[in-house]
């Protein structure tokens, strides 16, 4: 996994999605790639049933009441 964004690429992602930010913009979008291809890493990956603990409910009786 590539940990750091060079100008040339992050010049090219951002002519291909139409955007212009602001060279502070591209700054900022340099500093926390690091962050978003790490969590890419993670999406990608497979994963079983408890990796969404949302889909599973514990009540107590006195919640149901």
Do not use: C, N
Not at 39 to 45: D, F, H, I, Q, T
């Amino acid at each position: 996994m590539q940990t750091d964004l060079d100008d040339a690429t992050l010049a090219f992602l951002l002519a291909r999605s139409g955007l212009s930010p602001t060279p502070t913009q591209k700054a900022e979008l340099k500093a926390i790639y690091p962050h978003i291809a790490a969590m890419a890493e993670l999406v990608r990956k497979p994963r079983g049933r408890m990796a969404e603990p949302a889909l599973t409910y514990g009540f107590a009786e006195e919640d149901l009441a």
